[in-house]
């Protein structure tokens, strides 16, 4: 698995939580792509949802920052414990040899 | 769990604070254009003006889109489109990084999107309108979470007790940041800015 697919997972397991609407720039850059007709495939999503790992080696923690949409009808701290509950569940199902524990923050950036 | 208590980085290089060509940044030119304030630079630059239409087409497609569904009649289209363009403008004009929950869980919140969840409690009392909303963190020695404090002016009905609507709008306040961010308090500063003529008064629960 790259890096690209390693983004892809952690992507939809945060677009399944509970509250989530969609990362980050899922409006404003995807419909502005799309009007402009120069859509950047992967730009979207990585924008929302940046991962880097410190330490090398393939052991080293990893650094996670989500930029995630609120639904209006949820609370937005239960949402961010949950979106920050499943990237660590996801990370440890595709690194279950690393033991540092993950870095992740998350932001809450807009309320639906 | 991390023990981070700082904000975490502004936007990047490649983030969504687009930078247009002759300098001016893209959240800029459509707040000015929103404001309708007039704008000589705006009228002689190109990559401007492009902006400006691109956001006239981003709001007409939006309005299309909702029109177009076959199940647009179950919805109000023109709140819809509202909330959208809400979402637009809160990701080019984010503010800062606001603390959500415990010092130690590293979740944030981006200032914008908290202000708006306060202007609109205080606008569910009755003739209230809320104005602008400033939310300021303040850290002390020895204390790990921040002391977050919101300082809210509103327009008020003339005819309102202004003590009791205060406390109105305090309540609603504090009820719509713990209920709907989970963000903790440590004060709310209303100033009451301007009385409203019974004729100018909103009526409750506008829609925004």
């Given at each position: ?76 701290v239960d949402v961010a414990r949950g979106t920050r509950a499943a990237v660590a569940e996801c ?22 | ?12 290089p490649d983030g969504d604070d687009e930078l247009l060509p002759c300098g001016r940044s893209l ?79 590293d979740l944030w919140i981006m200032e914008s999107a908290a202000a708006r969840t306060v202007r ?89």
């Open positions: 698995m790259n890096g690209t697919a390693h983004i892809d997972e952690v992507a939809r397991a945060v677009l399944g939580v509970e509250g989530v609407a969609f990362l980050k720039p899922g409006v404003a850059q995807q419909v502005r792509s799309a009007l402009a007709g120069t859509g950047r495939a992967g730009a979207t999503r990585a924008s929302g949802l940046r991962m880097s790992r410190s330490g090398g080696g393939g052991e080293g923690t990893w650094d996670v920052d989500v930029h995630i949409v609120v639904l209006g009808e949820a609370r937005a990370l440890r199902r595709m690194f279950p040899e690393t033991t540092a524990p993950a870095r992740i923050t998350v932001t809450v950036t807009g309320l639906l | 769990m991390t023990a981070r208590t700082d904000p975490p980085r502004p936007s990047q959240a800029e030119v459509w707040d000015l254009r929103e404001q309708e304030k007039h704008d000589p630079h705006l009228e002689g630059c190109l990559h401007c003006r492009r902006a400006v239409d691109e956001l006239a087409v981003l709001e007409t497609s939006v309005r299309r889109l909702r029109e177009q569904s076959s199940t647009a009649e179950a919805y109000d289209a023109r709140a819809l489109t509202h909330r959208i363009m809400d979402v637009v403008r809160l990701e080019l004009r984010p503010g800062r990084p606001l603390p959500l929950g415990e010092p130690d869980e609109a409690a205080a606008e569910t009392v009755r003739g209230v309108r809320a104005g602008s909303c400033r939310i300021t963190l303040e850290r002390l020695p020895g204390r790990e979470a921040p002391l977050i404090d919101v300082r809210l002016e509103i327009h008020a009905p003339a005819s309102a007790p202004l003590q009791d609507l205060a406390e109105q709008v305090r309540r609603s306040v504090l009820t719509a940041v713990d209920g709907t961010l989970g963000m903790v308090l440590n004060g709310i500063d209303i100033r009451i800015t301007d009385l409203l003529d019974a004729a100018d008064e909103p009526g409750e629960g506008t829609d925004r």
